[in-house]
């Protein structure tokens, strides 16, 4: 179809979207001041960039059955954080993003700490404690729980769930 032509009654996608759109090539270069103007948007969705630490292990007592309890298994915690990382890389300055190696250290410690009965709960407690940092504006969070007391072959449980600050 022609850009140019426009379907009668049809309105554009600017008209469309309840967020304001940001020109993509505009995005990310500093003003003369060295703010960064807004992330870009498709459609009002934010794009940001992503910080990921994928096999995080540690040894957890969660779950229902008192085996579980008592015993512990072994989870593992995939993490996607979703931030501007264009202050940190202008500046080469971790103190601008999101230091990765206490992200991961938070998410051990909760692995490791106290017991809850469900994977949905440690995943949403792993999000939470990931947006009390500044820098992250959204976080996917999968928890693996591969020992899980089941009576059939399989080759992993997972819970995933996605969080943000908007």
Known sequence: MNPSVRIAGARPVSELCQYSQVNSFEAGVPTALGEYLPLPTIAGVI?????ALRGLKARGHHGVFPKEREEG?????????????????????????????VVAEEVVALVEGEPVDLIETLAERIALSCLKHAPVLEVEVCVHKPDAPITVPFDDVTVTITRSRV
């Open 47 to 51: 794009r940001v960039d992503r910080v």
């Open 73 to 101: 298994q072994t989870f593992i915690v995939d993490l996607v954080l979703g931030l501007d990382t264009r202050p940190a890389a202008a500046d080469d300055d971790l103190s601008k993003t999101v230091h990765y190696g």
